[in-house]
């Protein structure tokens, strides 16, 4: 009878581990998704002079950015500045119009913590989080990815991501992020835009710029990479 009480007792101990685990997980994931909007909020970038937003991406030396928001070409300068103030220079290393894409150079590295860029594309349906630019009052959005799919305006994109972000003008570049904090597209436009750009297919092209970059004797700021012009 002591064995049957001790083992019905462990049982309901078990139990109630679980469901208090169960509970602090749920307590848990606010925090958790806050601290992943602050992460995104830093790794925003605004263009100067501010009309667009960039992502700090990779190896912290790179930006990800909207193409149509480059006004120079490949090898030319293009500034940014953090949501701190601090303005980091740096080189337009690629300009990808058909796709909408871009890659800045800085001359240093980022002191903020740089996003991964996803290698796949992300799945209708799938939750995903977007803060905007960071220079002007902006609330963070938990936004659904409603469908992939053709838009006029990106001739060179089959599967842009409809999203139900609602963007203001000048959110150009801002990103798009997966829960995991990959960057997953770019705003296509502001004013209530909820298009993407995917950033999949730059992912390999960062992945060069970075190995580049880390050879002994790489310049960082100077140099153009293949990339299309505008």
Same mark, same amino acid.
Do not use: W, Y
């Given at each position: ?102 890659? #800045? ?89 909820? #298009? ?35």
């Amino acid at each position: 009878m002591r064995a049957r009480r001790l083992s019905r007792l462990a049982g309901v101990l078990v139990v109630a581990g679980l469901v208090a685990c169960g509970s602090s997980k749920k307590q848990e994931e606010p925090e958790d998704t806050q601290q992943a909007f602050l992460t995104l909020r830093d790794a925003t970038v605004t263009l100067f002079p501010g009309h667009c937003a960039g992502v700090i991406v990779e190896d912290g030396h790179h930006a990800l950015t909207a193409a149509h928001c480059i006004d120079v070409p490949p090898g030319e300068r293009q500034p940014v500045v953090l949501r701190s103030g601090r303005m980091l220079s740096g080189v337009v290393k690629v300009v990808d119009s058909m796709r909408d894409l871009a890659v #800045i150079r800085f001359d240093e590295a980022a002191p903020v913590r740089p996003l991964h860029v996803a290698t796949t594309l992300p799945i209708p349906g799938e939750g995903l989080l977007f803060f905007g630019r960071t220079d002007r009052p902006n609330e963070p959005q938990e936004v659904e990815l409603k469908r992939l799919g053709r838009c006029p305006s990106l001739p060179g994109v089959p599967q842009a991501l409809f999203t139900s972000l609602d963007g203001e003008k000048g959110d150009s570049g801002a990103p798009v992020v997966d829960r995991q904090l990959q960057v997953v597209g770019l705003v296509h436009g502001g004013a209530a835009c909820s #298009i993407a750009t995917p950033t999949a297919d730059m992912a390999p092209v960062l992945d060069t710029l970075v190995a580049e970059l880390a050879r002994p004797g790489a310049e960082q700021g100077v140099g153009g990479s293949g990339g299309a012009g505008q």
